[in-house]
């Protein structure tokens, strides 16, 4: 591509040869091959203009970067740019020219993986060629493979939602997160709708304050959807009110479910183990759904996936039927087993207060006897977070018990102090291993265990190493060693 066909996302109208010609775009100088676009980033470990000259060595066709860097070379072009993220994603997009023709975004603090995937089952019930992209990976036909981010970066998001485009895939759902949105990930995304499930506190180690987390989340909104796009929210959080508001604002369409929603209203829930019963309400018809899926929350993430699927062409009643057949993402509210005498053991990837809060008061309706956690919270991450967890596991169980996930590169039995500080009470095991035989072990009939933070990890990284750990195992194992 010429470097002038970049006008309108570059401004090189004139100002540089037309014959500069251009192959790709990356914003690692490591990437850079014969004939790229190099986009220098200011990033939040290094400033990525120190690469240019690098990049120029590897044979950079031209250099994008901010206003203010202080960038020069007698080779080749340099363009400053207010936004070079955005100059990024749209060149990205640029490039790879395609993606499936249907995509919807998911944003919120809590159930983003679960809304991409159930919006994916949704669409594939309806016999359509469906993907979804997020924290547990890219699930597409014949396709199933881990990533490392929840919202790729840009040059490798366009080019995945290219391979997707040309296997066939029709429909895409996505996770929006709040690192994506604030640094332009999903831009040139062309995007059909939008979805909000809640907000609380999360990544308070980036964003600083929770009202500018919240302005982050409503880029997709404001930035992202087309005016007058379908923007399903979920209208029972105490950040709705704020989210449909500014929503409004930007000239998208309000579709609200939940309990307070006009669009799906939840009309009544019986809570079950295993399964939950489901009223809903669509534009005057009552519909009833056998959802097979533990936890209130789990109805909130089914609602807003229904409605990114029915705002984007899904007929309503086929796609509240596909409810009844959805599959859990992997590790939220994972049943993976009972006890002999019939105690469920749950593994759920709650790493955040109000996701631990949620799944704590989730499974209290249907519980007996005890409810009993098993948690910790990641080292180098939000240290505010820790006494609030241990606030919350201890009013909302019955037994806490503290232990390591992900220590990090912290010292292990700090992070469990900061969370034992506001536990009292709770026990600490940091051994994750033992924490889990432990717990397994002392549970009666009518008891409940949730073994929180790591849902679908494979790892516990302690130090630099991580080393292998299954939650899923680790409880399985237990839950044999308690029955034999
Ligand atoms: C804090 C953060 O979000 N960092 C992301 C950000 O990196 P950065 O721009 O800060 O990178 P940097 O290391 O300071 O480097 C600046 C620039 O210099 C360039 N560079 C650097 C070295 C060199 O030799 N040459 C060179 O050109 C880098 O490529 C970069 O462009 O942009 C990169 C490219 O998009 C991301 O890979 C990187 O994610 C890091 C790995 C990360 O851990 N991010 C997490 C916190 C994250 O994004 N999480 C969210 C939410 C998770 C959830 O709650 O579900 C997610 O979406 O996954
Ligand atoms: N709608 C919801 N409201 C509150 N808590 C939820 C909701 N959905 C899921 N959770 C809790 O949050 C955990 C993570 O869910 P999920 O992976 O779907 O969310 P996410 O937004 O993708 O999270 P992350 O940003 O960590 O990837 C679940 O295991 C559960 O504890
Ligand atoms: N995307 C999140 C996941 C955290 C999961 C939890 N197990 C932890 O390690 O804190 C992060 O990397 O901060
Ligand atoms: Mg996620």
């Not at 949704?122 to 990976?137: C, D, F, H, P």
């Not at 080292?379 to 009013?395: H, L, N, Q, V």
């Not at 717990?439 to 265990?449: Q, S």
Request: proline letters at 5%; charged letters at 25%; hydrophobic letters at 40%.
């Amino acid at each position: 591509m010429k470097l002038k066909e970049l006008a309108g996302i570059l401004p090189v109208e004139g100002t540089f040869p037309d014959e500069v010609e251009t192959g790709g775009v990356t914003s690692d100088s490591r990437r850079v091959g014969p004939g790229d676009i190099f986009v220098a980033l200011q990033g939040t470990k290094v400033d990525g203009t120190a690469y240019a000259a690098d990049a120029e060595k590897r044979g950079a066709a031209a250099i994008v970067a901010g206003k203010d860097a202080a960038i020069t070379s007698d080779r080749v072009p340099v363009i400053l740019v207010d936004d070079p993220r955005h100059a990024l994603a749209m060149m990205a997009a640029r490039f790879a020219a395609r993606q499936p023709e249907t995509m919807v975004a998911v944003t919120g603090t809590s159930g983003k993986t679960s809304v991409a995937a159930f919006t994916r089952q949704i669409w594939e019930q309806a016999g359509l060629a469906a993907a979804s992209i997020g924290t547990t990976g890219v699930v597409a036909p014949g396709r199933n493979e881990y990533g490392s981010l929840t919202t790729p970066d840009p040059v490798e998001l366009h080019r995945l939602l290219a391979e997707l485009a040309d296997a066939g895939v029709t429909h895409a759902s996505m996770e929006a997160s709040s690192h994506g949105l604030d640094q332009r990930r999903l831009d040139g995304v062309k995007l059909a709708a939008g979805g909000f499930t809640n907000l609380g506190r999360d990544h308070m180690d980036y964003h600083p304050t929770v009202e500018e987390y919240h302005r982050a989340k409503l880029r997709l909104f404001d930035a992202l959807l087309p005016k007058g796009a379908p923007a399903v929210i979920f209208a029972d959080d105490k950040w709705s009110a704020p989210t449909i508001e500014a929503a409004r604002v930007a000239g998208v369409n309000v579709l609200t479910v939940g309990r307070h929603g006009d669009f799906l209203q939840i009309k009544r829930v019986e809570h079950g183990r295993f399964r939950q019963q489901v009223e809903i309400e669509a534009d005057g018809v009552f519909y009833e759904i056998d959802l097979p899926l533990a936890g209130d929350f789990q109805v909130c993430n089914a609602l807003v996936a229904a409605g990114l699927a029915i705002s984007t062409g899904t007929p309503t009643a086929k796609a509240l039927a596909a409810l009844e057949k959805l599959q859990g993402a992997p590790g939220r509210l994972d049943l993976v087993g009972t006890t002999a005498e019939g105690a469920p053991v749950y593994v759920d990837y709650a790493h955040k207060p109000d996701a631990l809060e949620n799944v704590l008061a989730s499974v209290r309706p249907f519980t007996t006897g005890r409810v009993v956690v098993v948690f910790g919270c990641g080292g180098d991450r939000d240290r505010g977070k820790r006494p609030i967890m241990g606030e919350i596991a201890t009013r909302l169980a019955d037994v806490a018990i503290v232990t390591d996930d992900n220590p990090r590169s912290e010292v292990p039995k700090e992070i469990r102090a900061a969370i034992l500080a506001a536990a009292p009470g709770a026990i600490e095991i940091g051994d994750r291993r033992q924490a889990i035989r432990e717990a397994v072990a002392m549970l009666h009939a009518g008891d409940t265990l949730i073994v929180a933070g790591k849902g679908h990890e494979e790892g516990q990284t302690v130090g630099a190493e991580t080393l292998p750990f299954s939650d899923h195992e680790e409880v399985r194992r237990a839950l044999k060693e308690h029955t034999a």
